[in-house]
């Protein structure tokens, strides 16, 4: 094997072990669609909190609150912290039609039926839009370690 050779295995090796790094393990993935719901029901729960028999809180805020700490986990897990020193992930250009539509829908919808006065439906689709939420972040984690791999 000649130094080039070597060099380049080196650099696969490289590669391949900071992909496996921004892998997010299951347990996160779980503990990210809680937080995603917990942000879309805490102004539902807040809101209808007589209707639906459940005590005064702020739920908003506690869910915000778990929020913002999955978000930095994820940011560090997911390659994203890597992302912001230095250039981008194409994979990010590629997702963000839809991570836009899921992110930002979720709480259109859910919110939107809940001021409408429908807080059992708007429970409903927030659990629907917690699972899409987390697939979307899951397809993002797999597009970011698709590029690592590739080298972009």
Do not use: K
Not at 13 to 22: G, K, L
Not at 35 to 40: R, T
Not at 63 to 85: D, E, N, P
């Amino acid at each position: 094997m000649s130094e080039a050779e070597r060099a380049l295995a080196e650099v696969l090796r490289q590669r391949q072990a900071m992909a496996d790094r921004v892998r997010l393990p299951w347990w996160f993935r779980v503990l990210f669609v809680l937080a995603w719901a917990a942000v879309l029901v805490g102004p539902v729960l807040s809101g209808s909190a007589d209707q639906l028999g459940v005590p005064r809180f702020p739920y908003l805020v506690v869910g915000v609150v778990v929020w913002i700490a999955v978000l930095v986990a994820y940011r560090r897990q997911s390659g994203l912290r890597t992302a912001m020193r230095g250039r981008t992930y194409p994979a990010l250009r590629e997702q963000a039609l839809a991570t836009v539509a899921v992110f930002g829908g979720g709480p259109v919808v859910v919110w939107g039926l809940a001021a409408l006065g429908l807080p059992y439906q708007a429970l409903t689709c927030a659990a629907l839009a917690a699972a899409l939420g987390g697939a979307q972040a899951w397809r993002v984690n797999i597009a970011i370690h698709r590029d690592v791999l590739a080298g972009r």
